[in-house]
């Protein structure tokens, strides 16, 4: 469990001095938790660097990145990154199911 889930975000691997504060919650029964930050007003066409990690402990994960797309859609775009941690007895066919339909149903934020 993180205290102070966070994830650390810039346009510039070297430089990721936004932040946005994040929420844990209970997973399945293995002990585990997940970590929940919603990035909102990014750019388009922009590549994003980022690291997750506990502010409190100022531990963070390696750096990775993503990149929005171009501005064509009316609607907001969502995106949902998930790391599929692998102790349970699912399949990663069920993990891709289980996110399409959270999807659909719009149950992510």
Known sequence: QS??????YGISSTDLSLTKNGSSNWYY?????????????LSPGTTYYYQ???????SYSETFS???????ATEPLKIAVVGDMG????????????LASHAKSDAYE
């Open 3 to 8: 205290d102070s889930p966070v994830v650390r």
């Open 29 to 41: 029964e293995e002990g585990s938790y997940n970590h929940l930050a919603v990035l909102s007003g």
């Open 52 to 58: 997750a990690g506990d502010a409190s402990l100022e």
């Open 66 to 72: 993503f990149t929005t797309p171009k501005a064509t």
């Open 87 to 98: 102790r349970a007895q699912f399949e990663s066919g069920d993990v891709i199911s289980s």
